[in-house]
């Protein structure tokens, strides 16, 4: 079971990195969004290229986070039901849903979804449109995402298998961690500190 447990700290390790990185692709998508905007309308101009690589961007930056997402468990849930009963309960009904609902889901788009890409990759196929962009960036998306989702459903699964024989925490569990707001005071207040300590030894040294 360490074992196991050692790889799901991978998986979550892995998860949080993209997680962190994978935001920028929104940026890029709005920066690229508006710039064309602002193009079209100043010299009545465009191109399909921008236009489709916005929304590239956009499904890489959801499909790509899945896994972090459910490491942060914030997917969509209906726990009306579950959330009124006990803990251990609750971490059977995830167990459940992960065995059979998310694992063959994303084997299914796997299966289905490789062969897709693989088609497109060694085909070299093209958008319809003028001035399109190559496909198969985008077609890759799909069973990155499911790939990336399936590690991190694993990794969920075995930490509530731990959970359940007594090995760790509730995997469940929110962790506090500081806003935004909190985070900029913080470094405020060390500026601020650090600031006063070098105006002391100034004044010392004089």
């Known amino acids: 079971m360490q074992a196991l447990l050692k790889f799901s700290r991978g998986v ?3 998860s949080t990195q993209i997680g962190k990185y994978v935001i920028w692709l929104i940026l890029a998508s709005t920066v690229i969004s508006g710039m064309n905007a602002v193009v079209r309308k100043a010299l009545n101009t465009s191109s399909n290229a921008f236009l489709e690589v916005q929304w590239y961007l956009f499904s890489a930056s959801f499909l790509i986070a899945a896994g972090y997402t459910l490491l942060q468990g914030e997917h969509v849930r209906v726990d009306v039901l579950s959330s009124r009963l006990p803990k251990r309960q609750q971490i059977w009904i995830d167990i459940f849903g992960f065995s059979c ?6 084997l299914a788009i796997l299966w ?15 958008s319809n449109n003028a001035g399109g962009l190559i496909r198969w960036p985008v077609y890759l998306m799909m069973p990155l995402g499911f790939g990336l989702l399936l590690l991190q459903g694993s990794s969920e699964l075995i930490k509530r298998v731990a959970f359940l024989r007594g090995l760790i925490g ?7 961690e500081k806003s935004a ?5 913080e470094s405020i207040r060390r500026l601020a500190e650090a600031a006063q300590g070098s105006g002391g030894q100034a004044g010392k040294s004089v």
């Open 170 to 176: 509730d995997p469940t569990a929110k962790k506090a």
């Open 101 to 106: 609902f998310l694992a063959p889901m994303c």
């Open 12 to 14: 979550d390790w892995l």
């Open 112 to 126: 289905y979804g490789v062969p897709y890409f693989l088609r497109a990759y060694h085909s070299g196929e093209m």
């Open 181 to 185: 707001e909190e985070e900029l005071a």
